[in-house]
């Protein structure tokens, strides 16, 4: 039954309220054929303007719209709303809600129908209030199911061996819900639209902002109106997770030999520290040192990754013939419920871009914290240090900064701007360097927390050349590399990472902030334990972390060139971006105090990774 007949008869039946019950009996009884007959008539004559749910075409009823997205696209409306039991309320969320898919989002058809396909979009739409706020204007189809709103009772209306009293009564609760539902839903729309008005006005927005490129179906931004004002919720998590899902990251970090047979040689040379020990991977990826751990004899191997590349890491396992040693878990660390309460070993290769850039050694430390034998635990890696030197090189700054000064006799100078705000990440030459890096700061992973990681630690720099902590020395007849130590452009950070065979509390004299990876050995005669090192800086072979380069802006120019002797001396403080803690704000401080203890003025500059 059309709804305007349906309207239409609840009026009548304000008419019939001085007559009798008989009479009013004997008239619907009377007029059965009456309704059919004005049914049709008000539908032949009834024509609306209706959109499609999802494309731009338009129609001159909503049953020509529910049979073009059948027969074009494939979405049965009226079969999706009685397989799901949708109710008033629900199916006009469920119109507005693809309306906004598709007009709002531009989002593609056919990836709508599949969403709708989910449980968890269902729950979205129905438990969310501001798709009841219609996208469209004077939307037909929102008013196209009233006649749908209970089927059985129609069905029984219809039936012939339903008394008229019966009838009556079922038609008469038929029109009382419908023009309740209709009345409450008009109200609703009415004060959300009216609570928007007020907000968009005291927000400077000016009501009734349209969207410029509507068309005859206007469209409203459902970002400025959606009822009642919900803060963002903000996601630092996704875009990293699926970062790692493809082949291609993976591929460059295991290619990275100095990395991957670091972690291999430490694991294969300490096979007593692994056997029948439960060993837990964080962040396993493809699954290569939870392998690592179980050729070296490990009991139990778990594994957590919560990036879809854990799918081949399982098969990855399964092909190796690992599944009886190796248990991969999909999920966050922090989220995810192990199999056991306590493990052995945490291995974990989480270092990032100047170490600390995407913060996944908060999650290693959760894991530390919450699984890891407390006495006897051992962390692999066990020590960091970040180290720092002054970059002096020219050549550097003309091919980076200068570049866009001229290309292909065109100034490009604008390109310039912002240049020296973000860290850079390369691989440099030994010459670059015109001091020897120093350790700034020292992270022991057995007891370091959390709050740490964000920091503020001196530094001092001689501009001496550079080296990597080993005897300088040049071979007769050959010539001392020219270096431009005269020179302030910026400044280099990276990291050396240590595998001590033993669990915290750490001996200092085995390691400690002065301890370079270059020329850094240990090894315990008691236990015959052999410890690890690699560095990341440019005095040996590349990684993919390769360094991080500062540049220094041109207000923080040297006013003059430095000596050889002077020193830079100053601080650096790490710590997390308030857009996204997974990026990394680095801020330095410093002055170049000159022969005599001159001081220049004190320099300070802001970098960002991300």
């Not at 907000?199 to 931004?221: L, Q």
């Not at 970040?386 to 604008?414: C, H, P, Q």
Request: hydrophobic share 35%; charged share 30%; with cysteine.
């Amino acid at each position: 039954m059309s709804s305007s007949n349906l309207y239409t008869a609840a009026f009548e039946q304000a008419r019939f309220s001085d007559e009798s019950e008989e009479e009013r009996l004997s008239d619907v009884a009377a007029d059965d054929e009456g309704w059919e007959d004005t049914e049709r008539g008000a539908a032949e004559e009834e024509e609306v303007e209706a959109q499609c749910l999802l494309c731009e075409t338009v129609f001159g009823s909503t049953e020509k719209v529910l049979g073009h997205t059948v027969a074009e696209h494939g979405f049965d409306l009226r079969g999706y709303r009685r397989k799901f039991e949708l109710d008033f309320y629900s199916t006009i969320k469920l119109i507005n809600y693809i309306r906004s898919r598709i007009i709002i989002n531009k989002d593609d058809p056919a990836r709508v129908i599949a969403d709708l396909t989910l449980e968890a979009t269902r729950a979205e739409v129905l438990a969310e209030e501001k798709y009841l706020l219609p996208v469209l204007e004077d939307d037909a189809l929102l008013y196209a199911f009233e006649d749908e709103e209970d089927v059985k009772e129609e069905e029984a209306v219809d039936g012939k061996d339903v008394s008229p009293e019966k009838r009556a009564r079922i038609l008469e609760e038929q029109l009382a819900r419908l023009r309740s539902e209709f009345t409450e839903y008009q109200e609703m729309v009415r004060r959300n639209f009216q609570e928007t008005l007020k907000e968009r006005i005291a927000d400077g927005v000016g009501a009734g902002k349209r969207d410029a490129n509507a068309s005859a179906s206007t469209k409203w931004d459902l970002n400025e109106i959606a009822g009642e004002k919900k803060e963002k919720v903000q996601d630092d998590d996704t875009h990293y997770f699926t970062s790692y899902a493809g082949n291609e990251i993976h591929e460059t970090m295991l290619k990275d030999t100095v990395r991957t047979e670091g972690y291999r040689d430490f694991i294969y040379d300490n096979k007593h520290l692994f056997k029948d020990k439960v060993v837990l991977d964080v962040g396993c990826g493809t699954g290569i040192l939870s392998m690592f751990c179980a050729r070296a004899g490990a009991k139990r191997v778990i594994g957590v990754d919560n990036s879809d590349i854990i799918d081949k890491a399982r098969a990855n396992v399964f092909e190796n013939g690992l599944d009886g040693q190796i248990t991969l878990l999909r999920g966050k660390i922090e989220e995810v419920v192990l199999p056991v309460k306590q493990v052995d070993i945490i291995v974990s290769e989480w270092m990032g871009y100047c170490l600390l850039y995407e913060a996944m050694l908060d999650s290693v430390l959760f894991a530390r914290d919450k699984y890891l034998n407390p006495t006897t635990g051992i962390m692999v890696p066990s020590h960091i240090n970040l180290a720092i030197s002054t970059l002096s090189d020219s050549e550097f700054v003309n091919d980076r900064v200068n570049f866009w000064n001229e290309i292909y006799g065109f100034k490009m100078t604008a390109m310039k701007e912002k240049i020296d705000e973000d860290v850079i990440v390369t691989g440099l030459g030994t010459k670059s360097l015109s001091s020897t890096p120093t350790t700034f700061c020292h992270l022991p992973l057995g007891t370091v927390t959390v709050e740490e990681l964000s920091f503020i630690k001196p530094f001092e720099l001689r501009v001496d050349g550079g080296g990597d902590g080993s005897p300088k020395a040049v071979k007769e007849g050959e010539e001392a590399p020219y270096r431009e130590l005269e020179r302030l452009d910026g400044f280099v950070i990276y990291f050396d990472t240590f595998f001590l065979p033993s669990a915290a509390p750490y001996n200092p004299a085995r390691i400690s902030a002065a301890s370079r990876a270059e020329t850094w050995q240990y090894h315990d005669a008691q236990t015959g334990g052999t410890g690890i090192a690699f560095t990341t800086g440019p005095y040996r072979k590349i990684t993919h972390w390769q360094q991080g380069v500062l540049l220094v802006n041109e207000k923080n120019t040297l006013e003059r060139e430095i000596a050889e002797g002077d020193k830079v001396v100053g601080t650096v403080e790490y710590r997390k971006r308030k857009e996204n803690s997974r990026e990394l704000e680095i801020e330095m401080s410093w002055e170049v105090v000159r022969e005599g203890d001159e001081k220049d003025a004190t320099k300070k500059q802001l970098w960002y990774m991300r």
